[in-house]
Nanobody, 123 residues
Framework: QVQLVESGGGLVQAGGSLRLSCAASGRTFSDYAMHWFRQAPGKERESVARISLKGAFTYYADSVKGRFTISRDNGKNTVWLQMNRLTPEDTAVYYC????????????????WGQGTQVTVSS
């Protein structure tokens, strides 16, 4: 089992920044590719960013490329999502997820999930 706890969400004005954190406990953190997904009301859960086991490879949705940065510290069992130049379209519940081995854009491929953190961007 891997337990994931997100933090850092909140209300921010358009153009602002937030940094989400996801603290992991349980099994060996470095065995898991880490992901950030988001889900807006009435929409499907979508992949935002993902990072490989040691952090060498990162991938982003086109909608956030150049604005968001995913990073991880295996010594701290933590993954972050730095979000800059936020827009109202970024408003959603953001979820941290873990998948053993490689990354995936399909939420069904992830084994463990956090409870989610709300991000609201006002115009």
């Amino acid at each position: 089992q891997v337990q994931l706890v997100e933090s850092g969400g909140g209300l921010v004005q358009a153009g602002g920044s937030l940094r989400l954190s996801c603290a992991a406990s349980g099994r060996t953190f470095s065995d898991y590719a880490m992901h950030w997904f988001r889900q807006a009301p009435g929409k499907e859960r979508e992949s935002v960013a993902r990072i490989s086991l040691k952090g060498a490879f990162t991938y982003y949705a086109d909608s956030v490329k150049g604005r968001f940065t995913i990073s991880r510290d295996n010594g701290k069992n933590t993954v972050w999502l730095q979000m800059n130049r936020l827009t109202p379209e970024d408003t959603a519940v953001y979820y941290c997820a873990a998948r053993k081995g490689t990354t995936s854009t399909n939420p069904k491929d992830c084994n463990y999930w956090g409870q989610g953190t709300q991000v609201t961007v006002s115009s």
